[in-house]
């Protein structure tokens, strides 16, 4: 029951941002005076609507994106020229297309279509949608982060080693085996450790850091336990320990991992959720586009990495999932059963999430192809550059980009995207990528 509240929530939270997503394109094209006749949320079968105005709202029943329909889309072919058609004498599919979206255009309303909007006027109808989708995630980052705190390790004590094991591989103690360090001085799991060795602690960093500079000398510890503050003395133990770069085992010539002797309690910390100050939001947005804007542009190469896990017997790649995907990420969410996973981590790590969405949203939707927004911005720039080259040469006007020229790469597009769905909804399924592992 539990994941399928996940679930749900994941959904609700997607209309809502597909639903912003559209607001941002119909605010701008109903104050610029175009003519919107149409918002939707979801496509196929309507299963609600109302007109107000001209503009007809409602909600279809595929929840699977939005569309604002704005009178002329495609403008009217140049004057004189001849429309093309087909060899059985038939129009183009790009005649059709135009004369469609012409057909919309009433007598005397030519000025409220969108082809007669000026470049910076399109450039923002356009943008609204995704700029909507990069502000819903940086209001849920700021929430997660100010509000709910990200996850960071603390200084209370999630686990004691109770030995030092001859074999490093080894997963129990044997009777042979010295004690471990901690479990020596007295430490317990649930400790907080307020100073080590005379340096007051406040997180974990600070903890690693006071063992570090002790080495292997005794270190006075003053931990809270049940209330009460109790003083133990530790001494660390020299053990190899592997190297770690930029969060990574170093390796050798042979692929064995590099160690290097350092002081060893045989301790490790609890996570919990610490606030950031809202200062901190911008700096975590930019990484979190970062990534995005990676993942995005290496998506070919991911789809045929897919591809291969989902056909063949390569690993998974967890950086990229479909729908189905990310609606199960929703609902492990939702019923993971720990203790040390709440109800605040829960909400952080769902919004977390929505966030990740909404910041793909924005990026995907800025790609320079159609029929994505990224691709009428490309004619609205082109179009801006042919008037302002026009301009420069005392040649007239060109007018605007006719877009509907590019409808047979926009179906290519269009066929290219429902397959990459597919194909990430069916690896989602047959080679799953979880949370829990």
């Not at 063949?312 to 990420?329: A, K």
């Amino acid at each position: 029951m539990s994941f399928a509240v996940g679930v749900l929530v994941l959904v609700a939270g997607l209309l809502v941002s597909i639903a912003l997503h559209e607001v941002g394109h119909l605010l701008p094209a109903k104050r610029f005076g175009v003519k919107v006749t149409q918002y939707f949320v979801g496509f196929g079968p309507t299963l609600w609507s109302r007109r107000r105005g001209e503009t007809r709202y409602g909600l279809k029943a595929i929840p699977l994106g939005g569309y604002v329909r704005m009178v002329g889309m495609y403008p009217p072919a140049r004057a004189g020229a001849t429309p093309r058609r087909t060899r059985g004498g038939r129009p183009t599919l790009v005649e059709e297309a135009r004369q469609y979206s012409l057909a919309e255009v009433a007598p005397g309303e030519e000025h409220r279509t969108f082809y007669a909007l000026s470049v910076p006027k399109k450039l923002v109808v356009m943008l609204g949608g995704p700029v909507m989708n990069l502000l819903i995630a940086v209001v849920l980052i700021a929430v997660v982060m100010v509000g709910f705190g990200v996850p960071a390790y603390t200084a209370t004590l999630g686990n004691v080693q109770e030995c030092l094991p001859a074999d490093p591989a080894a997963t129990e103690c044997r009777d042979t085996d010295p004690p471990a360090p901690g479990a020596l001085a007295g430490l317990r799991p649930g400790d907080t450790v307020l100073s080590w060795g005379g340096r007051p602690v406040t997180g974990w960093d600070d903890v690693r850091a006071a063992i570090a500079d002790a080495g292997t000398s005794p270190a006075t510890v003053v931990v809270e336990r049940d209330g009460q503050e109790r003083t133990l003395t530790v001494t660390a133990a020299t053990v190899d320990r592997p190297v770690v770069v930029d969060g990574e085992v170093l390796t050798d010539a042979d692929g064995e991992p590099v160690t290097e002797p350092r002081p060893f309690v045989g301790i490790g910390p609890t996570a919990a959720l610490e606030r950031r100050p809202l200062g901190a939001v911008p700096a975590r947005v930019g990484e979190a586009l970062g990534a995005t804007v990676d993942v995005v542009l290496t998506l070919p190469q991911r789809i045929v990495a897919v591809a291969q896990a989902a056909f063949g017997q390569e690993e998974r790649d967890p950086g990229v999932v479909g729908l189905v995907g990310v609606g199960r990420f929703a609902g492990e969410i939702a019923s993971i059963d720990s203790e040390r996973y709440g109800v605040a981590e829960r909400t952080a790590d769902m919004l977390g999430l929505l966030a990740s969405l909404n910041l793909a949203l924005f990026v995907f939707n800025l790609l320079p192809l159609l029929p994505l927004d990224g691709g009428h911005i490309a004619g609205a720039l082109w179009e801006g550059l042919r008037r302002r080259v026009a301009v420069w040469r005392n040649r007239p006007d060109p007018g605007p980009v006719d877009v509907a020229r590019l409808l047979p790469v926009t179906y290519v597009v269009v066929v290219l995207m429902v397959g990459m769905s597919l194909l990430l909804a069916y690896a989602d399924i047959v080679r799953p990528v979880t949370l829990t592992g």
